[in-house]
């Protein structure tokens, strides 16, 4: 037997899971916050740097997207997931590659992201629990309009399985920090929550990484213009004191003396 053959003989049968119902759950502000946080990744980050290596490794970065963690389990739905070493199936039309299904990637996220958008969805109780109980190593509450507490970001590392909230933002394991940064996104003036690096730079999105290429450019350009001026002015300063200098010489030759005697 193959080992394809022996996985779909012990694969469990998905075949009455429904991995998408197309409902919408979110409204516009938490869709932006979740696609800004996955498209910065996406666009700007390479994952962490394994232990002793420079090569950086594969992971999935997914926004309302299911975790399947049981076969008789409904699933949760992360706002935003992050899952390091795993590398998404290619092929999304098969079922069992839709979804996030634990048993087809071997391991829970590393972080998952909560957008409290009322009282009712059991941030800070049930699905807290159930992160806890599956082993995601960081678990992040954003809480903008404070439905919950009074602090809008909390951040809790899973220590000997359950959540112990951290006074950093950096996640040390994870090679991400989140802070809370107030600006546009798509047009819209707001505080946002964004990945940062461990010095609080902001990771930044496709369009902000553009701008930046961009002002990099013209900086560029600014700099070969002045550093043409400078090479025009030294010319212009080197033939003023040629002419100088040959003004001087007349003088000379027409006193009888030689220019060429004169030190």
């Given at each position: 037997?193959?080992?394809?053959?022996?996985?779909?003989?012990?694969?469990?049968?998905?075949?009455?899971?429904?991995?998408?119902?197309?409902?919408?759950?979110?409204?516009?502000?938490?869709?932006?916050?979740?696609?800004?946080?996955?498209?910065?990744?996406?666009?700007?980050?390479?994952?962490?740097?394994?232990?002793?290596?420079?090569?950086?490794?594969?992971?999935?970065?997914?926004?309302?997207?299911?975790?399947?963690?049981?076969?008789?389990?409904?699933?949760?739905?992360?706002?935003?997931?992050?899952?390091?070493?795993?590398?998404?199936?290619?092929?999304?039309?098969?079922?069992?590659?839709r979804s996030y299904f634990l048993w087809e990637y071997g391991k829970p996220p590393d972080s998952v992201i909560e957008i409290v958008s009322n009282r009712k969805g059991g941030?800070?109780?049930?699905?807290?629990?159930?992160?806890?109980?599956?082993?995601?190593?960081?678990?992040?509450?954003?809480?903008?309009?404070?439905?919950?507490?009074?602090?809008?970001?909390?951040?809790?590392?899973?220590?000997?399985?359950?959540?112990?909230?951290?006074?950093?933002?950096?996640?040390?394991?994870?090679?991400?920090?989140?802070?809370?940064?107030?600006?546009?996104?798509?047009?819209?003036?707001?505080?946002?929550?964004?990945?940062?690096?461990?010095?609080?730079?902001?990771?930044?999105?496709?369009?902000?990484?553009?701008?930046?290429?961009?002002?990099?450019?013209?900086?560029?350009?600014?700099?070969?213009?002045?550093?043409?001026?400078?090479?025009?002015?030294?010319?212009?300063?080197?033939?003023?004191?040629?002419?100088?200098?040959?003004?001087?010489?007349?003088?000379?030759?027409?006193?009888?003396?030689?220019?060429?005697?004169?030190?």
């Amino acid at each position: 037997m193959t080992n394809l053959e022996l996985f779909e003989a012990v694969a469990p049968d998905i075949s009455h899971i429904e991995t998408e119902d197309g409902s919408p759950v979110d409204g516009i502000r938490s869709e932006k916050q979740m696609r800004l946080l996955v498209e910065s990744l996406h666009t700007s980050w390479t994952g962490p740097a394994a232990e002793g290596e420079e090569e950086k490794r594969f992971f999935a970065a997914l926004a309302n997207v299911g975790l399947f963690y049981a076969i008789d389990q409904p699933p949760l739905v992360p706002d935003v997931m992050v899952s390091l070493d795993v590398k998404l199936r290619e092929d999304l039309t098969v079922k069992q590659n839709r979804s996030y299904f634990l048993w087809e990637y071997g391991k829970p996220p590393d972080s998952v992201i909560e957008i409290v958008s009322n009282r009712k969805g059991g941030e800070d109780s049930t699905r807290m629990r159930t992160y806890a109980r599956l082993g995601v190593a960081y678990y992040v509450i954003f809480d903008p309009d404070h439905y919950l507490s009074s602090k809008p970001l909390r951040i809790y590392e899973l220590r000997h399985r359950q959540y112990v909230e951290m006074k950093e933002s950096w996640m040390p394991a994870l090679g991400l920090g989140l802070r809370l940064w107030h600006g546009t996104f798509e047009d819209i003036e707001d505080t946002w929550l964004r990945w940062c690096d461990i010095d609080g730079e902001v990771i930044a999105t496709g369009a902000e990484a553009a701008a930046q290429q961009r002002q990099r450019a013209e900086q560029a350009d600014v700099r070969a213009e002045q550093a043409e001026t400078r090479a025009e002015q030294a010319e212009t300063r080197a033939e003023q004191e040629r002419a100088r200098a040959e003004r001087l010489a007349e003088q000379l030759r027409g006193l009888g003396i030689d220019p060429q005697t004169v030190t």
